[in-house]
């Protein structure tokens, strides 16, 4: 799960220059509002001067004012409503208490408080404008002073603790305080900010003596001077360009905006729009849909999209190789084993994140059938079998396909996580892949079975799924090999991006090209080796080729999707989701310039962003 990060920041000398302003600070703060990262204002100044800068700032987060004297928190907390209205923990002592305790110290030694000066002094003294000045004055647990001779500061402060009090010292300003400082609110707000998110990282900036228990008290801390240094700083956290970050956030509130617009109000997700190639519900494309669901946290919409697919199973087990709008099997392909393993696998993903012990219990005589199927297609090499392969090209399928079986182990193992045991030997099937999918050089693509023999070792993209679903770690060697194999061959030399497989004579759908699905696979494989270089190649492919944030099922150069409309033609293979494709393909504006982009936008692709962008931010954006 990803960690959300939380910016605490002080203000004065830190956020903001010496004419109080952070302008300097803009590019970070631009960013900061683009990946929806909280800023927390923690100052020495007030309640009053604060909620002006958060006015400046456009920022509707909690803040912590006067050295940690109080927190103040939005009534509809997490939220960007209702600005001003608090819920207020006070850690810091009275201002009045405080005042009472001061003119005593004021009596024994020359200091100069806040509350000695007029609006005008203060201005003057301060830098600030008057009404600013005025601000500053509306003090409420603290009481800045000058100390008119340094001489004296070990007998102020020795006083000071007299009575029982505290004392700071921010870039100017001494300050009388209570049993309070920025630490201690900040962790606070940092356990509230846990108990919503699970999973935080907090990061601090400040410039002086009173911030140094703020910097202690969060993963990440900023000495900084000025908001400069405060921008680098920030910029350099987040490690990504602002035009990149934005143009990813972008894109990653369209793919979830299309997921929620393809989703039916029975749970459905459509694999495209109605108007699309794909008016249906493929429990392959559903179920990678769910798991970019679950991962953005939208639990309510994948159960939905569970409970819809669940009620699709078959006698046997299994699922439809496709279903109508109403959950009806509208299946034209054998069944496809990895549909079953797929959705297992999803099904155990939901209820390791949500804890839903209810629809577990509920599902649990469906799961159990589903995984009774599996284990009845374990042949005697300890492989799975199924009819139909992910790519569904006729030649290659039925067999021990490499997809499938990395589906089927991957939703046994996460089915173990969550309590739903089998009597399937996990490690028998990996050591099976290991044996007679691995060709010394990559894993290949898969056995076949129905005829006299035969094995398919070309590379496929599909293969990374042994990664992808667990059965291997991305730092195995094998996958680190196949993943070489899959860059080497698949790369489209001319458009960029990953093909699912070579250019193979009647096998190009919509004519030979990169699939953005398939490239966001190979992109995780080297986000979570931490190879932020590579990671960036693929995802900036990505970005690059989406048009109007809309991601298409793949892309071709329009000289090879002509060659193929030509072949299927003459072969009267033009059936009539494919005359759809074609006339939707021909009338998009990149067309004119050579490319043709099939099916956009496609809901797996959609998907697959959204699991990868959430993936790059934990691991480079938060760290």
Same mark, same amino acid.
């Given at each position: 799960?990803?960690?959300?990060?939380?910016?605490?920041?002080?203000?004065?000398?830190?956020?903001?220059?010496?004419?109080?302003?952070?302008? @300097?600070?803009?590019?970070?703060?631009?960013?900061?509002?683009?990946?929806?990262?909280?800023?927390?204002?923690?100052?020495?100044?007030?309640?009053?001067?604060? +909620?002006?800068?958060?006015?400046?700032?456009?920022?509707?987060?909690?803040?912590?004012?006067?050295?940690?004297?109080?927190?103040?928190?939005?009534?509809?907390?997490?939220?960007?409503?209702?600005?001003?209205?608090?819920?207020?923990?006070?850690?810091?002592?009275?201002?009045?208490?405080?005042?009472?305790?001061?003119?005593?110290?004021?009596?024994?030694?020359?200091? @100069?408080?806040?509350?000695?000066?007029?609006?005008?002094?203060?201005?003057?003294?301060?830098?600030?404008?008057?009404?600013?000045?005025?601000?500053?004055?509306?003090?409420?647990?603290?009481?800045?002073?000058?100390? +008119?001779?340094?001489?004296?500061?070990?007998?102020?402060?020795?006083?000071?603790?007299?009575?029982?009090?505290?004392?700071?010292?921010?870039?100017?300003?001494?300050?009388?305080?209570?049993? #309070?400082?920025?630490?201690?609110?900040?962790?606070?707000?940092?356990?509230?900010?846990?108990?919503?998110?699970?999973?935080?990282?907090?990061?601090?900036?400040?410039?002086?003596?009173?911030?140094?228990?703020?910097?202690?008290?969060?993963?990440?801390?900023?000495?900084? @001077?000025?908001?400069?240094?405060?921008?680098?700083?920030?910029?350099?956290?987040?490690?990504?360009?602002?035009?990149?970050?934005?143009?990813?956030?972008?894109?990653?509130?369209?793919?979830?905006?299309?997921?929620?617009?393809?989703?039916?109000?029975?749970?459905?997700?459509?694999?495209?729009?109605?108007?699309?190639?794909?008016?249906?519900?493929?429990?392959?494309?559903?179920?990678?849909?769910?798991?970019?669901?679950?991962?953005?946290?939208?639990?309510? +919409?994948?159960?939905?999209?569970?409970?819809?697919?669940?009620?699709?199973?078959?006698?046997?087990?299994?699922?439809?190789?496709?279903?109508?709008?109403?959950?009806?099997?509208?299946?034209?392909?054998?069944?496809?084993?990895?549909?079953?393993?797929?959705?297992?696998?999803?099904?155990?993903?939901?209820?390791?994140?949500?804890?839903?012990?209810?629809?577990?219990?509920?599902?649990?005589?469906?799961?159990?059938?589903?995984?009774?199927?599996?284990?009845?297609?374990?042949?005697?090499?300890?492989?799975?079998?199924?009819?139909?392969?992910?790519?569904?090209?006729?030649?290659?399928?039925?067999?021990?396909?490499? %997809?499938?079986?990395?589906?089927?182990?991957?939703?046994?193992?996460?089915?173990?996580?969550? !309590?739903?045991?089998? $009597?399937?030997?996990?490690?028998?099937?990996?050591?099976?892949?290991?044996?007679?999918?691995?060709? !010394?050089?990559?894993?290949?693509?898969?056995?076949?079975?129905?005829?006299?023999?035969?094995?398919?070792?070309?590379?496929?993209?599909?293969?990374?799924?042994?990664?992808?679903?667990?059965?291997?770690?991305?730092?195995?060697?094998?996958?680190?090999?196949?993943?070489?194999?899959?860059?080497?061959?698949? %790369?489209?030399?001319?458009?960029?991006?990953?093909?699912?497989?070579?250019?193979?004579?009647?096998?190009?759908?919509?004519?030979?090209?990169? %699939?953005?699905?398939?490239?966001?696979?190979?992109?995780?494989?080297?986000?979570?080796?931490?190879?932020? $270089?590579?990671?960036?190649?693929?995802?900036? %492919?990505?970005?690059?080729?989406?048009?109007? #944030?809309?991601?298409?099922?793949?892309?071709?150069?329009?000289?090879?999707?002509?060659?193929?409309?030509?072949?299927?033609?003459?072969?009267?293979?033009?059936?009539?989701?494919?005359?759809?494709?074609?006339?939707?393909?021909? @009338? #998009?504006?990149?067309?004119?310039?050579?490319?043709?982009?099939?099916?956009?936008?496609?809901?797996?692709?959609?998907?697959?962003?959204?699991?990868?962008?959430?993936?790059?931010?934990?691991?480079?954006?938060?760290?």
């Amino acid at each position: 799960m990803q960690k959300k990060r939380i910016i605490f920041t002080d203000l004065d000398g830190t956020l903001l220059d010496e004419k109080y302003s952070f302008k @300097k600070a803009l590019p970070a703060l631009k960013i900061i509002k683009e990946l929806d990262i909280p800023l927390i204002i923690c100052s020495s100044k007030t309640r009053a001067e604060i +909620e002006v800068y958060k006015k400046k700032l456009d920022n509707g987060h909690a803040f912590i004012s006067e050295n940690g004297g109080a927190i103040f928190i939005p009534l509809d907390f997490f939220h960007k409503k209702n600005h001003g209205k608090y819920k207020i923990i006070e850690l810091g002592k009275k201002y009045k208490s405080l005042i009472r305790i001061f003119k005593k110290i004021k009596q024994q030694i020359p200091v @100069k408080g806040f509350s000695d000066m007029t609006s005008k002094e203060l201005s003057k003294n301060s830098g600030l404008n008057l009404k600013e000045a005025k601000l500053s004055k509306k003090r409420e647990y603290d009481e800045a002073f000058i100390l +008119e001779n340094k001489k004296d500061e070990k007998k102020l402060l020795k006083l000071i603790k007299k009575y029982k009090l505290n004392y700071t010292k921010g870039g100017k300003y001494y300050h009388i305080l209570g049993d #309070n400082d920025k630490g201690k609110a900040v962790k606070i707000l940092s356990k509230l900010y846990k108990k919503k998110y699970k999973k935080i990282l907090t990061i601090s900036l400040g410039d002086a003596k009173n911030d140094l228990p703020m910097l202690k008290s969060t993963n990440k801390s900023f000495f900084v @001077k000025g908001p400069s240094e405060w921008n680098q700083d920030i910029i350099k956290l987040l490690k990504m360009d602002n035009k990149e970050i934005k143009k990813a956030e972008e894109l990653y509130r369209e793919s979830i905006n299309i997921l929620k617009k393809l989703q039916l109000k029975n749970g459905a997700i459509l694999a495209s729009f109605p108007k699309g190639r794909y008016p249906y519900i493929y429990p392959r494309d559903h179920s990678v849909c769910i798991l970019a669901l679950i991962e953005a946290r939208l639990f309510t +919409e994948a159960q939905k999209a569970l409970s819809f697919i669940l009620k699709s199973q078959n006698k046997d087990g299994s699922f439809p190789q496709r279903l109508d709008k109403k959950g009806r099997d509208a299946s034209y392909k054998p069944i496809q084993l990895d549909n079953t393993g797929l959705i297992l696998y999803a099904f155990a993903r939901y209820i390791l994140e949500t804890n839903d012990k209810k629809f577990l219990n509920n599902n649990l005589k469906k799961i159990n059938k589903a995984i009774e199927y599996i284990k009845s297609k374990l042949n005697k090499k300890n492989l799975f079998f199924t009819p139909n392969s992910i790519h569904e090209f006729p030649p290659y399928e039925e067999g021990l396909e490499v %997809w499938a079986n990395a589906t089927c182990y991957g939703a046994l193992k996460e089915l173990e996580f969550i !309590g739903v045991k089998n $009597k399937i030997d996990l490690n028998k099937i990996k050591k099976s892949i290991n044996k007679y999918l691995w060709n !010394g050089k990559y894993f290949i693509k898969n056995i076949r079975l129905k005829e006299s023999s035969s094995v398919v070792v070309d590379i496929d993209a599909s293969s990374y799924a042994l990664a992808d679903f667990r059965v291997f770690n991305d730092d195995n060697e094998k996958i680190k090999k196949t993943v070489r194999e899959i860059e080497k061959t698949l %790369w489209h030399k001319k458009l960029g991006g990953i093909c699912r497989y070579k250019k193979v004579i009647g096998r190009n759908n919509g004519g030979h090209g990169p %699939w953005p699905h398939f490239t966001l696979m190979i992109c995780r494989h080297f986000i979570r080796l931490g190879n932020k $270089k590579k990671a960036d190649k693929y995802l900036n %492919w990505i970005l690059k080729i989406a048009y109007k #944030n809309k991601l298409p099922e793949h892309i071709a150069l329009k000289k090879d999707f002509e060659e193929w409309v030509k072949n299927y033609k003459k072969a009267g293979l033009l059936r009539k989701d494919r005359k759809i494709m074609i006339k939707n393909i021909r @009338k #998009n504006k990149l067309y004119k310039k050579g490319l043709a982009y099939s099916v956009l936008p496609l809901a797996w692709p959609h998907a697959e962003f959204i699991r990868t962008w959430i993936l790059y931010k934990e691991k480079f954006l938060s760290s």
